[in-house]
């Protein structure tokens, strides 16, 4: 079972970037696909990024396309999101999941797929 710790979050100005991490222990790093979800108050947790084991795939969120990239260092067991130019929607706690593949190629984007999840980081984005 992996155990996730984001990091990386803060209180930025709309147009900022933010670079969120996510170290992964326990298990084995590149036998998961790996997920970023956020939160933001009084909503649901929605679906941000989705990377394949070996990052052959990624996906995004429509709401973030073009401005957030997922990738992994898995000599690192590290999960990363780039954030650019952040909007005051973007504002959210972010969480990293982790959930076991066979395949290379395969993402999960609902946030029932995955088994693992980190605590969350927060992310304000001031206008």
């Known amino acids: 079972q992996a155990q996730l710790v984001e990091s990386g979050g803060g209180l930025v100005r709309v147009g900022d970037s933010l670079r969120l991490s996510c170290a992964a222990s326990g298990g084995t790093f590149n036998m998961y696909a790996m997920g970023w979800f956020r939160q933001a108050p009084e909503k649901e947790r929605e679906f941000v990024a989705a990377?394949?084991?070996?990052?052959?795939?990624?996906k995004y969120a429509d709401s973030v396309k073009g401005r957030f990239t997922v990738s992994r260092d898995n000599a690192k067991n590290t999960l990363y999101l780039q954030m650019n130019s952040l909007k005051p929607e973007d504002t959210a706690i972010y969480y990293c999941?982790?959930?076991?593949?066979?395949?290379?190629?395969?993402?999960?984007?609902?946030?029932?797929?995955?088994?693992?999840w980190g605590q969350g980081t927060h992310v304000t984005v001031s206008a």
């Open positions: 990377i394949s084991r070996t990052s052959i795939i990624t």
């Open positions: 999941a982790a959930r076991s593949a066979a395949s290379l190629r395969v993402t999960y984007l609902g946030r029932d797929e995955y088994f693992n």
